[in-house]
């Protein structure tokens, strides 16, 4: 039995990989066999991420010994094969990932998955490099996974097709090409500089580099951090973000919600494996807490001024990363806790509002989002209904989907903006008192801009959708939209886990604070993978 | 032999960028392809240069590493060629698409206002 579940942590890559791969096979027509794959795939991924989170947290007797499982792929012994690292932080995101994409798949089963071929098996691609991002130990071998993650999300977000989500899918597909060649160029430097691609055994080797060869390092972590912001959509690096998101379809963005909390996942993971060594700039310190605060300045001033809600969405997630990169980068490790938190609230709550916003907005008119300001000023007539969303009658309507809607728009509102009683407030909450408890160690003046960012912030964003949903709400010449019970679930599903946290904050953040405090130990990281490698290194 | 190298990865990376800023969707995927090109020599590199010096193991010349060329950044090269193509044969789909689409081959979907 053991020795089964000492295989445990592949299955997150292989799941996918498999499942897609049979989920060619079957010809397009028969879609409940092919649902009933993809959902299973997707189940039983969740299933393995929880019994990986209850195996790093104890809950569970784990396969490995210690907290940290290594799988070495291949039976090559690290430093020399490649490894997949599970711990606490990417136990977590594995599950986030796992939640999402159940909540999203279930949600484009009922019409989105129609709109183009291929969706199912490209959305389990997603999730294969989703989940080995998270899990892998290697440098090359996360580039790889990033790959596979990007290709996916390039076939995803043209799905649908149309003009609107090619151009954006253009855009989105020219930024993240020149972001790969980058990540090459910092792969081989450092490389070429510490002869290692393995992350435990890099943390080690970069103590002992000389002064010239540290230059050169630094400045391979400066191209690899900078990949990891734009992914991360960290100002000036995330001008494809709104674009993109507002383009694609609902479920896509919903899950894509989780893509740039990627790059922030690997800027933790590298900023807290080279906290020992002075980590160069773009992992942490001054530089990315400044940087955060103006990628929450930028996308408040872009939640202001959006006029249809997918955009005002997508200025929210880029907040949302701001908010992380700030925390991450503010002096103290006492902040990692509330924002790894406040992490899984905003994705799982922007997750959901993705959904929410594409079924409140069926059946509107093309002209009835845009100006919403200036609306009366302008007199705009109402135009031909927007015909880009398929079937646009399917399913019987709910009574009451008004009701529900008003009900999960509001909740999601509460959420991102971080109003109380629900989990974005918590998050919020947690994340200024930390930085006020910390001011002793960091400047007052830090404690003060981060806590006057979050709050302006989650202002404008109340602004801005109240403004949109009055639109969207109040508007009394519109059709009641049509909803089918597997769209409207997931969407509650996401609401009310949120809730959960929200009631779970205890036990979750014993949890978090947990995978902070083994976060900020970089040496048992090392230690777990290179076991006997000692503080020396192995030349 | 370095000098020439560096001068290739510079010229290739020079031009890359420059046709990667430009506003038509080929010069993009030609400015893409470059800088691909420049990227791989430069992993290349990243294995130090040296001539004669296989980098598999070989039974005649026997298990000395000096004898051989570091290995990892060749295979590293091949990975990265393969996601290239595999992403310029996608990217030039999508450009397709697009001027198909919006009849126009800027990478805006429509000219500017100058032209």
Redesign the interface.
Known sequence: MSSWLQHLPILPVLLPLLAAALLLLPSETRRRARAAMALTATLAQLAVAIVLLGMTDGRLPPAWLGEIGVYALGGWTPPFGIVLVVDRLAAVMLVLTAVLALATLVYSLARWERAGAHYLPLFQLLLMGLNGAFLTGDL?NLF?FF?VLL?AS??LV?HG???AR??A???Y??VN??A??IF??A???I??VTGT?NMAELAQRVAALAAGERALFDLGALLLGIVFLVKAAAWPLNFWLPGAYGAAAAPVAGVFAILTKVGVYALLRFATLLQDVGAPAPFGGDWLFYWGIVTIAVGTIGVLAAQKLVRVAGFLVIVSSGTLLAAFGFTGTTLTGPALYYLVSSVLASGAFFMVIEMAERGRTASADLLAVSFEAFGLGTKEASSDHPDEMAGAAIPAAMAFLGLAFFSCVLLLAGLPPLSGFVGKFMLIAAAIAASPQAPLLHAGLFGAALLLSSLAGVIALSRLGIRVFWDTERPTPRLQWIEAAPTAALVLLCTALAFGTGPAMTYFDATARSLHDAQAYVDAVLPGAGAGGTE | MEIVLALAIGTLAGSGTYLLLRPRTFQVIMGLSLLGYAVNLFIFGMGRLRIGAPPVIDAVRGSDPALYTDPVPQALVLTAIVIGFATTALFLVVLMASRGLSGTDHVDGRESEKS
Do not use: N
Request: no cysteine.
């Open positions: 090359f790889v790959e290709a390039y076939g043209l097709s149309g003009a090619v151009k899918g253009m855009h597909i020219v090409l020149v790969s060649l090459l160029v792969a081989a430097l490389y070429g691609l």
